[in-house]
């Protein structure tokens, strides 16, 4: 089952544009929450990341907001650029002795000049 | 110099044949992953090791045996190969102190199988 579900599955914007993908998570036994960005032919990197204690975090034009009591967060890019065109990643960082990332789906992104 | 790499990166081979992909890192972590990444592009993990010991071993086919000779190294042996088995497949490790779920990947091993 999948325990991080991730939306939308692909995402076309114009370059300024605003870039929104959401994520919702069912389990509890997660403690941190990162955005892992994936470009054609590398291994995922992390973005940034967010502890289920704060609302929002803020990193240059990438911003996470968190709503605990509904198990949901979601990705903002600022200003969306042609090189933010890559797959996105949101995840979820168990607690617990055998800790492991559990990925949602990924969302294409594509910005367009 | 690449913190986490993957040998071979493309692996092309027929069914029922056995293969290896090798993984070392020079982060100087003790947590190391095996992920496989499929065509739509889901990750998903099967393994982990922590200090040479296997710490995660989701429902993969027993075919799939991990190794850690020692705690930079992560190799992946697949017996048997089928045409299901084809994907990239990613190895990753993390500081095992660290709380922040900060994985860091290779570039991943494209496994064809025909």
């Known amino acids: 089952q999948q325990q991080v579900k991730q939306s939308p599955q692909s995402l076309i914007v114009q370059k300024g544009g605003i870039s929104i993908i959401n994520c919702a998570y069912e389990?509890?036994?997660?403690?941190?929450f990162p955005w892992y960005q994936q470009f054609p032919g590398k291994g995922p990197a992390l973005l940034i990341a967010?502890?289920?204690?704060?609302s929002e975090k803020k990193e240059g034009r990438f911003t996470i907001s968190f709503n605990k009591s509904a198990k949901q967060f979601s990705l903002h890019i600022m200003d969306s650029q042609p090189g933010d065109s890559a797959t996105y990643f949101c995840?979820?960082?168990?607690?617990?002795?055998?800790?492991?990332?559990?990925f949602g789906s990924g969302t294409q992104l594509t910005v367009l000049p | 110099d690449t913190a986490v790499s993957q040998t071979p990166k493309y692996l092309v081979t027929q069914m029922g044949n056995d293969k290896s992909i090798k993984c070392e890192q020079n982060?100087?972590?003790?947590?190391m992953y095996w992920y496989k990444q499929d065509s739509k592009k889901f990750l998903k993990i099967m393994f982990s090791?922590?200090?040479?010991?296997?710490?995660i071993n989701e429902t993969v086919p027993n075919r799939f045996s991990p190794k850690s000779p020692d705690k930079a190294h992560l190799n992946l042996h697949i017996n048997s190969l089928e045409l299901g088995d084809s994907a990239v497949y990613f190895c990753?490790?993390?500081?095992?102190?660290?709380?922040?779920?900060?994985?860091?990947f290779g570039e991943g091993s494209r496994l064809t199988v025909l």
């Open positions: 990753a490790s993390r500081r095992t102190e660290s709380n922040t779920g900060e994985l860091f």
């Open positions: 967010i502890r289920p204690d704060v």
């Open positions: 090791y922590n200090n040479k010991e296997l710490i």
């Open positions: 982060l100087g972590h003790d947590t």
């Open positions: 995840a979820a960082f168990s607690s617990g002795s055998a800790r492991q990332l559990t």
């Open positions: 389990n509890t036994a997660f403690d941190y």
